[in-house]
């Protein structure tokens, strides 16, 4: 069966520090896979979503990238962390435009 | 832009009485799919619906996908505590050359036992 990784559960960061999330996904391959962020409260944002290696869509312009450096790995990263950044960051594998599969998720505290 | 809203953006309910939540869609969707949120965890996905005018249920909970496939509805029938979450309704929007689901901005349920 599949699984998805998230690490670490939970983050405090100082601002301008730099940031490296990592997803990965094991049980299947050539996962499409995503990140998001959501606020308190609110819905989700999503950030990038990979097609496969190398391959990386940018939705939001801001101070976060993404790589995929191998099939089922997804690293969030930035090198200067902004108060605005806090936030609870999930990744998710699909195949296609189907079912999206999240991972627990990490909650980043900018301070 | 494109987008997908759903309204309310926050209900609060006695234990036992009814919910729902709509979903609309700028652009037609080429399918609508819900996930519940718990409080603290990840969304979980809940079902899919495809085909125009389609009704399917799960238990108490009934979904429904409108005719012109750019809204969708899901229906608690008497709510229980364990109900309580976010729930969010996606979508492919169609003819947008987006291939990511479009999340929705999300209904949060509070359940009062």
């Known amino acids: 069966s599949q699984t998805i990784h998230q690490w670490p559960a939970t983050l405090v960061q100082p601002v301008g520090s730099p940031l490296s999330l990592e997803c990965t996904v094991e049980g299947t391959s050539n996962p499409n896979l995503y990140w998001y962020r959501q606020a308190a409260g609110r819905g989700l944002q999503l950030l990038f979503y990979s097609v496969g290696i190398g391959q990386i869509s940018s939705e939001v312009p801001q101070n976060l990238s993404a790589s995929r450096p191998q099939d089922r790995q997804f690293i969030l990263s930035s090198k200067k962390l902004l108060l605005s950044d806090s936030g609870f960051y999930l990744c998710?594998?699909?195949?296609?435009?189907?079912?999206?599969?999240f991972g627990p998720g990490t909650r980043l505290t900018v301070l | 832009g494109q987008q997908v809203m759903q309204i309310p953006q926050y209900q609060h309910v006695q234990e036992g009485e009814d919910f729902t939540t709509y979903c609309n869609s700028s652009t037609t969707l080429s399918n609508i799919q819900w996930y519940k949120q718990r409080p603290g965890g990840h969304p979980v996905f809940l079902i899919q619906l495809v085909k125009s005018g389609e009704v399917k249920k799960q238990k108490r909970l009934t979904f429904q996908f409108g005719e012109a496939k750019k809204n969708s509805s899901l229906h608690i029938t008497a709510t229980q505590t364990t109900d309580v979450g976010t729930y969010f309704c996606a979508g492919v929007l169609r003819d947008t050359g987006r291939r990511a689901l479009t999340f929705g901005s999300g209904t949060r349920l509070q359940v009062q036992p």
């Open positions: 998710a594998w699909s195949h296609g435009g189907d079912t999206q599969y």
